[in-house]
């Protein structure tokens, strides 16, 4: 199972926090970068003894972390005016390689994830910027913002110079670095640093590696200052070799600098939350929420009508309209599935299937990730995860279909563990200690589309499950913000005009997911549920959050 974990109860301390901050740097320090002050663009961000300088004078840094890929594009200059309101002046943003290249051949730098259009609000604004390119970015995205088709190399060694990581690497900056370097300070831009990859201590095993990156930015034209991040410990092992480290440690002391991580966390829209290895597997929640104080100007959160779920398809009526199967004579990883133009898969579920003819005892060793329902002719009959290892299968000489729906919960996003982040069926599942084989494997990724050509039925007084089910929610006016609340349903994603919203499940702790306004037409949205196991066809709108608390499960 999961341990699914939320910093609501860091709430209050943010705000007080930044709040604090807002009256001590308007009071002593701030003043943020306007077309009304001269700066000399010549010099950069630069440190001496005891403080940065900007321009050649003195400079505080006092920034807040906002991932665009994290928010509607539309709430990006808002939330931008509400950190500079708080009295900062610097905003930390990460670029998700995973995000932006899903498979090899093409990267996208439209709609949500067009990085220009961010930095120019940045610029539009009057914040200065610190960019975080990666290649890897932990943010407490699935695999730490590294795309998953890496897997599909059996030798792949992530953060390290292994000629197949470099070559990507390679690929991803020609594409991505040559539309950043205009908006650095020296060039008239916002940009006034760079960090160099993320917290390597925690993974170092490759000596050659950060000075690789550093020379992979300086030679596509970085020239802003560079810097890394980690802590003391980590520091030692994977840093560059700069004079930050006892310049940014005199700097804390005084307080005289800080960053806020994160000032607004946003979503983990779809399925690109990341997860912990230790001390045991945990996945993240959908929300990656820090609450902002209530300033004028909030888009307002509205309470809509409950939407009544009409329509049903079981997962089984819908596999014809989904990837084509794929047959092995053994299980397949998701990452090396024969799907998305030879990418594999890198979210989602994926069902693999099995013919029987004997019960007796299942096990699957460490070999489902991270999670399965098991079904024999269709009848649920219990489910693996990381802490449930072995299932009783009903006895039963015919033939049998053996399926095990498995779900990828999250990849780990930091430590030493990434090079065995591969998701579905990893290795062999024995019945009776003999190893199964001859599967069809079917790749549910759950991609914006991939059922619309499926049948739907009415829904009958007992639908089965595992199932999608279908209605619609009206939206008098222009569009608000809401939350949803599904009681009564188990664990399952939901979509709202083809767009995926996240997971929910009832253990918790997070019991409403964040609907933001510009994802909602205003009049009929669709509304699509997948749940695995119940539901009451009802979902609520509310117009405040639920995160609920921590939770083991």
């Given at each position: ?5 939320i ?9 007080i926090?930044l ?9 002593r320090h ?6 009304k002050i ?16 900007l ?14 890929f ?7 200059k ?12 610097t ?12 498979e090899?051949g093409?990267l ?14 940045a610029?539009?604004?009057?914040l ?7 290649p ?6 699935d695999?730490g913002?590294?795309?998953?088709w890496?897997l ?5 060694m ?9 070559a ?6 020609d594409?991505?670095?040559p539309?950043?370097?205009p908006?650095?300070?020296?060039k ?5 640093a760079?960090?160099?990859?993320n ?7 490759d000596?050659?590696?950060?000075p690789?990156?550093k ?7 970085i020239?802003e ?5 980690d ?10 070799n ?26 983990n ?16 929640v959908?929300?990656?929420?820090e ?5 004028p100007?909030l888009h ?6 409950t ?18 199967p794929f ?8 990452e090396?599935?024969?799907?998305n ?12 299937e099995?013919?029987?003819t004997r019960?007796g ?9 991270d ?8 009848t649920f009959?219990?489910i693996f995860h ?5 299932l ?5 000489k015919?033939?049998?279909?053996l ?22 069926i990893?290795?062999?599942?024995l ?16 991609t ?21 089910f ?8 222009y ?14 994603v939901?979509?709202v ?14 019991q409403?997911?964040f ?9 009929m949205?669709?509304?699509?549920v997948?749940?695995?196991a119940?539901a ?11 995160l609920g608390?921590?939770?083991d499960i």
């Open positions: 199972m999961a341990v699914f974990s910093r609501n109860n860091h709430r209050r301390r943010y705000v926090l709040l604090s901050l807002a009256c001590f740097i308007i009071y701030f003043r943020g970068p306007t077309g001269r700066i000399n663009r010549s010099v950069g961000l630069g440190v001496n003894s005891s403080q940065f300088t321009g050649g004078k003195p400079f505080h840094v006092l920034g807040g972390s906002l991932h665009y994290r928010l509607p594009r539309a709430y990006w808002d939330r931008m005016v509400k950190i500079k309101a708080c009295g900062l002046n905003l930390t943003v990460d670029v998700p390689w995973s995000l932006h290249q899903p090899k093409e996208h730098f439209h709609g949500g994830l067009d990085i220009e259009a961010f930095l120019h609000l610029a539009e604004v009057g200065w910027v610190i960019l975080r390119p990666g890897y970015i932990g943010s407490d995205l695999l913002g590294l795309p998953s890496l599909r190399d059996r030798e792949m992530l953060r390290t110079t292994y000629p197949g990581f470099i990507a690497v390679n690929v991803y900056f594409k991505l670095i539309k950043v370097v908006f650095q300070f020296k008239g831009g916002p940009i006034i760079v960090q160099v990859e917290k390597y201590g925690s993974h170092a095993r000596a050659n590696y950060m690789f990156i020379e992979a930015l300086q030679e596509r034209g020239s200052v560079l810097l890394t991040s802590d003391h410990e980590g520091l030692k092992y994977g840093g560059v700069e004079d930050l480290t006892a310049v940014v440690r005199e700097v804390l002391r005084r307080g005289m600098s800080i960053n806020l991580y994160m000032f607004y966390g946003g979503t829209f779809g399925f690109m939350n990341g997860a912990l290895a230790y001390p045991s597997y945990r996945s993240l959908t929300s990656y929420d609450i902002l104080p209530e300033m100007g307002w959160k509205e309470e809509y009508e939407a009544i779920l009409f329509q049903h398809l079981s997962l089984w009526d819908a596999l014809p309209y989904t990837h084509e047959k092995s004579q053994f299980p397949v990883n998701m090396n599935l024969p799907v133009h030879g990418n594999g898969q890198a979210y989602g579920y994926t069902l693999y099995t013919t029987i019960g005892s299942l096990k699957s060793g460490s070999n489902i990730q999670r399965a329902l098991v079904f024999v002719n269709q009959i219990g990381h802490r449930n290892l072995e009783a299968v009903p006895d039963g015919e033939k049998r279909t399926s095990l729906l498995v779900e990828n919960c999250g990849r780990v996003h930091y430590g030493k563990d990434m090079d065995d982040q591969r998701k579905g990893v290795g062999d599942i019945l009776n200690h003999t190893p199964l084989t001859d599967f069809t494997i079917y790749s549910l990724d759950m914006s589309g991939f059922i619309d050509r499926a049948p739907w039925k009415s829904i009958t007084n007992k639908p089965s499950f595992p199932g999608f279908q209605g619609r929610l009206f939206v008098n006016g569009p608000s913000d809401t939350f949803m609340k599904l009681p009564g349903w188990s664990k399952g939901v979509f005009n083809g767009q995926n919203i996240g997971r929910y499940w009832d253990v918790g702790p997070q409403a997911l609907l933001p306004g510009p994802f909602l037409n205003s009049g949205n669709q509304v699509i997948f749940e695995e119940e009451d066809f009802k979902i609520q709108f509310e117009d405040s959050p639920d608390m921590t939770v």
